[in-house]
């Protein structure tokens, strides 16, 4: 059985930093994508960044326009786990961030953020942003 488990949100305020992992277990994702995504309440679930294999030991990282230049995405196949490292904060990115894993290898620039793309998700780490 797949589980992922996100840890590390929390409160900050405006302009401050958090960092959020997720631990997949059941199986490995090494050749696969592994993402985040968020949910503001009222609003839908919306991609926040995402990482693919390319090739080789080579990957690829998209992000949402909204978070470029201050989110950064990482993974660590040998601990199979994805981190999201969150700097200049606003209150704007308050959300339940998810942890979310593609059981599919195809997937290419205009399909990846799509959250119906994602096989398995985490339960939701909340993070909120005050002004």
């Known amino acids: 059985q797949v589980q992922l488990v996100e840890s590390g949100g929390g409160l900050v305020q405006a302009g401050g930093s958090l960092r959020l992992s997720c631990a997949a277990s059941?199986?490995?994702?090494?050749?696969?994508?592994l993402g985040w995504f968020r949910q503001a309440p009222g609003k839908e679930r919306e991609f926040v960044a995402t990482?693919?294999?390319?090739?080789?030991?080579?990957?690829?990282?998209y992000y949402a326009d909204s978070v470029k230049g201050r989110f950064t995405i990482s993974r660590d196949n040998a601990k199979n786990t994805v981190s999201l490292q969150m700097n200049s904060l606003l209150p704007e990115d308050t959300a339940v961030y998810y942890c979310?894993?593609?059981?599919?290898?195809?997937?290419?620039?205009?399909?990846?953020?799509?959250?119906?793309?994602?096989?398995?998700w985490g339960q939701g780490t909340q993070v909120t942003v005050s002004s």
């Open positions: 990482t693919r294999w390319i090739g080789g030991s080579a990957y690829s990282k």
């Open positions: 059941g199986r490995t994702f090494t050749n696969y994508p």
């Open positions: 979310a894993a593609s059981a599919s290898r195809g997937l290419i620039a205009g399909t990846i953020s799509k959250t119906g793309n994602y096989d398995y």
